[in-house]
C-alpha cells in the first residue's frame, strides 16, 4: 500500500469515491449514484484543485483504493472560512485494515505543512465512522439536527 498526495489525475476519481463516502444504515438500499450531483453534496468535488483543496490517496497495486480530502467549503461541516472540511472515502473491500488511519495521518500532516491549524467534518451519529474520527483527535463541537441530518459537527487542532 502506497500513500501519495493527490494528483490531477486522480480528480475524476473523485465523484466515485464521494458516492462511497456517503453514509446510509445498513437496513435500508443504498441510494442511488445520481445523489451526488445535489448541490450541498456536489459542492465537496465540485471544481476540485483550488487553491485551498488538498488531498491524499491510498493506492494499491497501482489502483487507487481509498481519498481524503479537504477543502474549505459551505458544506456540512463548514466552522468558518480559515477551516477545511474532510471527506474520506476507502472502498468497502478495503475497510478496517488500517488504511483510513494511515491516509488521515498523512492528510493532516499536508494541512500541516499548508499552515492549517484545524479541520472539521460532519458525521451522521449513528455512523460507526464517528468512533474513527474520535480515535484520530476530532471532537464534536455542535449538532446539525433538522429534515434530513441528524449530524455532529467534529473538529481536529492540527
Known amino acids: 500500500m502506497q ?3 493527490i494528483q490531477k489525475a486522480d480528480y475524476p476519481l473523485l465523484e466515485f469515491f464521494l458516492y462511497h463516502a456517503i453514509y446510509f444504515d445498513t437496513g ?7 445523489i451526488i450531483f ?4 456536489y459542492i465537496y468535488v465540485k471544481d476540485f484543485g483550488g487553491i485551498d483543496d488538498c488531498g491524499v490517496v491510498a493506492e494499491n497495486a497501482g ?15 463548514h466552522i468558518d472560512n480559515d477551516t477545511p472540511e474532510l471527506a474520506i472515502s ?19 500532516e499536508l494541512l500541516r ?8 467534518l460532519s458525521v451522521h451519529k449513528e455512523n460507526p465512522a ?27 487542532n492540527l
Do not use: C, H
Open 113 to 120: 505543512q499548508y499552515e492549517y491549524k484545524q479541520t472539521s
Open 38 to 41: 445535489r448541490p450541498e453534496i
Open 130 to 156: 464517528y468512533y474513527f474520527y474520535e480515535r484520530l483527535g476530532y471532537k464534536v463541537i455542535g449538532e446539525k439536527i433538522d429534515d434530513t441530518n441528524d449530524d455532529y459537527l467534529m473538529m481536529k
Open 28 to 34: 435500508f438500499p443504498p441510494p442511488p449514484r445520481d
Open 63 to 77: 489502483k487507487i483504493v481509498g481519498m481524503a480530502w479537504t477543502r474549505i467549503i459551505a458544506g456540512y461541516g
Open 3 to 5: 500513500f501519495r498526495e
Open 90 to 108: 476507502i472502498l468497502p473491500e478495503f475497510r478496517r485494515q488500517g488504511i483510513g488511519t494511515k491516509l488521515m495521518k498523512y492528510l493532516f
